[in-house]
Antibody
Framework: QITLKESGPTLVKPTQTLTLTCTFS??????????VGWIRQPPGKALEWLAL???????RYSPSLKNRLTTTKDTSKNQVVLTMTNMDPVDTATYFC??????????????????WGQGTMVTVSS | DIQMAQSPSSLSASVGDRLTITCRAS??????LNWYQQKPGKAPNLLIY???SLQGGVPSRFSGSGSGTDFTLTISSLQPEDFATYYC?????????FGQGTKVEIK
């Protein structure tokens, strides 16, 4: 069974740095093609893709947030960490991590967020 | 960045209705298009990948079609558990953008 779970602070102050950890089981982030992504959702709003880290340490970030985001992995601990600097009240959201898995036949380069964590709500307020 | 536009943003429907949600990409993404269902307070759930392939365990009343820039998600006969918000997402390139969502409500 594949599971992911986000952990981190529920409340951060403006200008602080947010650090979230995604702890997963049932798959390896050293398997070719696999990745873990971060997606957030402000209350009542749409999903917003933030970042993605692949099995080979390649990373991709949302262009609008690139200067504030860093994602790293610890394969031995089955964890992925997301840091977001200079937090603002507009960053209040539920933050999800999700496996970016291969969903088609090998070689088809078909990927999707096929398994998600339950999400963690982060409020930014002084 | 590739922009994804869904329509409508919300709709009201009855149990048993057939409904279609549209997603349009700002450039050609071939068939690199996924659909997710999200219920209130829950994480999204993958329904369809590669535009038309049903994820395991998803009921066959869900179907997807399209390629290039225009895609549709169809529910052939709406069930009570299908009232939710649906999102498309392109997997063609980073950033892996989502549409703004379509909320399906009970009429």
């Amino acid at each position: 069974q594949i599971t992911l779970k986000e952990s981190g602070p529920t409340l951060v102050k403006p200008t602080q740095t947010l650090t979230l950890t995604c702890t997963f089981s049932g798959f390896s982030l050293s398997s070719r093609g696999v990745g873990v992504g971060w997606i957030r959702q402000p209350p009542g709003k749409a999903l917003e893709w933030l970042a993605l880290i692949y099995w080979d340490d390649d990373t991709r970030y949302s262009p609008s947030l690139k200067n504030r985001l860093t994602t790293t992995k610890d394969t031995s601990k089955n964890q992925v960490v997301l840091t977001m600097t200079n937090m603002d009240p507009v960053d209040t959201a539920t933050y999800f991590c999700a496996r970016h898995g291969i969903v088609g036949a090998p070689g088809e380069r078909l990927y999707a967020f096929d398994i998600w964590g339950q999400g963690t709500m982060v409020t930014v307020s002084s | 960045d590739i922009q994804m536009a869904q329509s409508p943003s919300s709709l009201s429907a009855s149990v048993g209705d057939r409904l279609t949600i549209t997603c349009r990409a700002s450039q050609n993404i071939s068939r690199y298009l996924n659909w997710y269902q999200q219920k209130p307070g829950k994480a999204p759930n993958l329904l369809i990948y590669a535009a038309s392939s049903l994820q395991g365990g998803v009921p066959s009343r869900f179907s997807g079609s399209g390629s290039g820039t225009d895609f549709t998600l169809t529910i052939s006969s709406l069930q009570p558990e299908d009232f939710a918000t649906y999102y498309c997402q392109q997997s063609y390139s980073a950033p892996r953008t989502f549409g703004q969502g379509t909320k399906v409500e009970i009429k």
